[in-house]
Every structure is written in C-alpha cells, then in structure tokens.
C-alpha cells in the first residue's frame, strides 16, 4: 500500500470523525473465561482461545501463555502497524524491519513476598530495527509519529482511568 491508497482508505473515516466525533468513540472488547480446573484464564480472541496462567517465575510451568508477554506482545502488534502506516503516510519505504519489546518485573510485588516492590512492570523498552533510505530527520520524525499515534505505547504512557467490579453470577 502506498501514501495515496492509504489516505483514500483513511479519508472518509476521517471526514466522518470530523463530521460526527462521537462516531469515533468505539468500545473494544476481550472476555475471558477462569479455567475450572487451572490456575488459567481462557481469553476468547479474534482468531482462537489463548490460555494465560502463571509465569514460570511464580510457580507455572511455560505451558500456558503469560499475561505479562501478551501485554509486551500487544504493544509489538500496535507499535509495528503504527509504523509501516506512519512509514507509508511519510513516503519511507521500509524494505524490512523488526519490533521488539521487553519489560522488566519484580515478581517479589506479585507474590506478595515484599510490600515495598511494585506489581507490575518497572521499565518497558520498544526498540525498532529498520533498514531504509531515510534521513536520520525522517527516521526521528517516523519514531516520534510512531509513539504519538500508537493506542498501546499512548495507553502505557498516559494511564487511563481504570475500574474493577466483581459481580455475582
């Protein structure tokens, strides 16, 4: 796909957005089912059902996937798309490129092992490796774009409000 395809695809969502901003406001959703037997969440997605369970680093085994990964794994997806359609938008051709994430964690916070450590992860790297003819002016303003318009790496960065219920069945 080229510049001029995607602001054709890109274009009437965009004037519609602008006509009817509450037409932009879309609600996603995941849903998951607690597994009767497991330490284990089955997680219906688009395309099958992901088994999440404990990492290795809290007493599972590998076997089920770690939610923790999943979120690294969802900010890979996101960052990539973001910058082939930023990389298409500026006209830089991409002839290869790789994305990559990784996270440290304290798992002390997660078992409960020191009140002092946090839950969750401390730093988040994403790192791009891209082969093209670009300036190091085009490559700076794709990595800015790229951070600015990514929904998991804005999603991190600016934490939204966030709420728990639990109800009964």
């Known amino acids: 796909m080229d510049a001029a395809a995607l602001r054709a695809l890109q274009a009437p969502l965009k004037q519609k957005y602008r006509e009817d901003p509450n037409?932009?406001?879309v609600t996603l959703k995941a849903h998951g089912t607690l597994d009767s037997e497991a330490v284990a969440c089955k997680v219906e997605t688009a395309r099958a059902v992901a088994v999440a369970g404990?990492?290795?680093a809290t007493g599972g085994t590998g076997a089920d996937l770690c939610s923790?990964?999943?979120?690294l794994e969802a900010l890979v997806a996101c960052a990539g798309v973001t910058l082939k359609a930023v990389a298409t938008a500026l006209e830089i051709p991409l002839r290869s490129g790789t994305v990559r994430a990784e996270?440290?964690?304290d798992f002390r916070?997660?078992?409960?092992?020191?009140k002092e450590a946090a839950v969750g992860f401390q730093d988040i790297r994403l790192t791009f490796t891209v082969d093209a003819d670009a300036t190091d002016e085009q490559l700076?303003?794709?990595l800015k774009l790229t951070e600015r318009y990514c929904v998991v790496f804005q999603t991190l960065n600016r934490k939204p409000e966030l709420a728990a219920r639990l109800e009964r069945a």
Do not use: E, F, P, R
């Open 23 to 25: 037409a932009a406001i």
């Open 54 to 56: 404990l990492h290795k």
């Open 68 to 71: 923790g990964d999943m979120l």
């Open 103 to 105: 996270g440290d964690l």
């Open 109 to 114: 916070g997660t078992l409960g092992v020191d």
């Open 140 to 142: 700076a303003q794709l």
